[in-house]
Structures are given as structure tokens and as C-alpha cells.
């Protein structure tokens, strides 16, 4: 079964630039959540969706990040405009339903300068 | 007060030796408990769930809870040199149903 995909890996940019980024979960998976960990941190919920619907945007810094799933398979996160304080890993994770273990992808690392 | 607090410092353990790590938690209705492994660089690796009180054995690792205490635990029978990482307590909070995690907890095993 394939896992969590994530892309890209890696990216720079400098503030007040835009980024996305894009995840694939696991197949069936109803449950899609996209976290931010700055390193020495646990990962922080920013954005968690149900289906094509989103079920918690309660710590997502709505006047620059924005995320969809529009056809509630696949999903993007944006943030635009970038600060440097967003430098972190951005994680994908995605679970059969909101109540069953969750699985993270391998991350995409921002570096904002 | 912090929903889920790690607080004990990286741990330095033998080769073969046990590992004992803690957990506590604020959400009394809290029901699902999760242990991750992050190796640096690496995402979170599930590696156990527990949901009742008690202990659970996969392997090498034992997870205990006590929901009266607010309090789980994960334990690491025989430490390998690959047991060395990062391991992250998550609880589910069951008023909006989110996964909230601790800071996380280095484990350091020397052969």
C-alpha cells in the first residue's frame, strides 16, 4: 500500500514570496490534515479536512495560508506571503476516518529567508 | 496548562538496557493515545495506540495508560542503537477531535 505523498521536499524562497505544496494521501483515506513543525517541536494541526470539507482551520494563520481539497482526494497548501517565521517542515498526514491512527508523509521542508 | 507535556530532557541509555519515557495530558475526556518515532530529518512513524488503561505489548515496546492519572508511558525493552530518535506522544482531544502533541522526548541508545 502506498503511503503519504508529499511534494516537493524542498524549497526556498525568500519572504514575501508565495509557496505551495501539494499531498496525495493513502488511498480510502477520508481524514487529511496538514501540520507545521519547527524544529525542537512537536507538529501543530493547521488544517484538518474531512472528505472535501473542512473539519478544524482554527490554528491556520488564514490571512496568509490557504489549503484545499477540492475533489477530497488530493490537497494544497499556499502561503503567500511567506514570512520567516514560516521556516519549518510541513507535514501531511491522512487517516482512514478522524478517529483511526493517522500517517504522516515525508514532509516538505521550508526555508524562508 | 499544556494539553500534552513532555518534559523530561534527552535520555541517554546503554545498549540493552530499557528506555522509559513519560506523558501527561490536560483533556480528562481524551480516549486515543499515540507514540510516534521521528529520526532527525525524518516524519513521525506510528508506532504504538493505546485506548484502554492498562499496558500493551508490540515487540520490544510497551505502552501503558492511566486515564485517572492523566498519564501514559512508552517503554523500550533492550534499546538498540536504531531505537535512537525523537518519540512524540500525540492524544486525541475529543472536543474537536485533533491530535495534540507533545514536544517530543530524544532518546540517545550507546553501544
Not at chain 1, 27 to 53: D, E, R, V
Not at chain 1, 57 to 65: M, N, Y
Not at chain 1, 87 to 110: K, N
Not at chain 2, 2 to 7: D, L, S, Y
Request: aromatic residues 10%; proline residues 5%; neutral net charge.
Amino acid at each position: 500500500e502506498a503511503g503519504v505523498a508529499q511534494s516537493p521536499r524542498y524549497k526556498i524562497i525568500e519572504k514575501r514570496q508565495s509557496v505551495a505544496f501539494w499531498c496525495n494521501p493513502i488511498s480510502g483515506h477520508a481524514t487529511l490534515y496538514w501540520y507545521q513543525q519547527i524544529l525542537g517541536q512537536g507538529p501543530k494541526l493547521l488544517i484538518q479536512f474531512q472528505n472535501n470539507g473542512v473539519v478544524d482551520d482554527s490554528q491556520l494563520p488564514k490571512d496568509r495560508f490557504s489549503a484545499e481539497r477540492l475533489k477530497g482526494v488530493d490537497s494544497t497548501l499556499k502561503i503567500q506571503p511567506a514570512k520567516l517565521e514560516d521556516s519549518a517542515v510541513y507535514l501531511c498526514a491522512s487517516s482512514f476516518t478522524s478517529h483511526h491512527e493517522q500517517y504522516f508523509g515525508p514532509g516538505t521542508r521550508l526555508t524562508v529567508t | 496548562q499544556k494539553e500534552v507535556e513532555q518534559n523530561s530532557g534527552p535520555l541517554s541509555v546503554p545498549e540493552g538496557a530499557i528506555a522509559s519515557l513519560n506523558c501527561t495530558y490536560s483533556d480528562r475526556g481524551s480516549q486515543s493515545f499515540f507514540w510516534y518515532r521521528q529520526y532527525s530529518g525524518k516524519s513521525p512513524e506510528l508506532i504504538m495506540s493505546i485506548y484502554s488503561n492498562g499496558d500493551k505489548e508490540d515487540g520490544r515496546f510497551t505502552a501503558q495508560l492511566n486515564k485517572a492519572s492523566q498519564y501514559v508511558s512508552l517503554l523500550i525493552r533492550d534499546s538498540q542503537p536504531s531505537d535512537s530518535a525523537t518519540y512524540l506522544c500525540a492524544v486525541n482531544i475529543e472536543g474537536n477531535n485533533r491530535l495534540a502533541f507533545g514536544k517530543g522526548n530524544q532518546v540517545v541508545v550507546i553501544p
